[in-house]
């Protein structure tokens, strides 16, 4: 979160994630490219985000994501382990643009061992789009449920990639 000043307040408010974990079961294999997005997700995610659940629970909080039954499970619990929130969400209105990304994904990691910078460029700019993209979707469908800013749902929606990849 900004002040306003373009200076980050995170590490003084409560509202924010200190623990993320995917869920083992919902994972399948990933390739070496996807599990290092998957890690860089959750360092970038641990190191800024905003988080709020309002009067549901006291930050800093622990997220656990699974995809259970089709669904994206958030299994929130608060600086003292206690869960105060667990949700799910249809991934109906992530599907398109989560395949859509990784067909751009995989384009974009083999381009980046024999194309030129300019076509490189070309697609990390149309994947870029797509993240975004999703990121906006997943922060509209969390409303209500967690308030989170447009950097945390970007870092959330890579996450939410790595679980709804089957390989």
Not at 125 to 135: K, P
Not at 137 to 159: C, S, Y
Request: proline share 3%; hydrophobic share 35%; net charge negative.
């Amino acid at each position: 979160m900004s002040d306003g000043e373009g200076n980050t307040t995170n590490e003084k408010t409560p509202n924010r994630l200190v623990g993320v974990t995917l869920d083992e079961t919902s994972l399948a294999y990933v390739s070496p490219d996807v599990d290092h997005e998957r890690k860089v997700a959750i360092f970038d995610l641990l190191e800024d985000n905003a988080f709020d659940v309002g009067e549901r629970g006291d930050g800093p909080f622990q997220l656990h994501l699974s995809i259970v039954d089709g669904r994206l499970v958030f299994d929130i619990a608060d600086c003292r382990e206690t869960q105060c929130a667990v949700f799910g969400l249809s991934l109906s209105p992530l599907r398109k643009i989560v395949k859509d990304y990784y067909l751009v994904c995989e384009s974009y990691f083999k381009a980046i061992k024999t194309a030129t910078p300019s076509q490189i460029e070309a697609i990390d700019m149309g994947r870029r789009g797509l993240h975004n993209d999703g990121s906006r979707v997943l922060q509209e469908r969390l409303k209500g449920k967690v308030e989170v800013d447009f950097d945390t749902a970007r870092r959330l929606f890579t996450l939410i990639c790595v679980l709804h990849w089957r390989g």
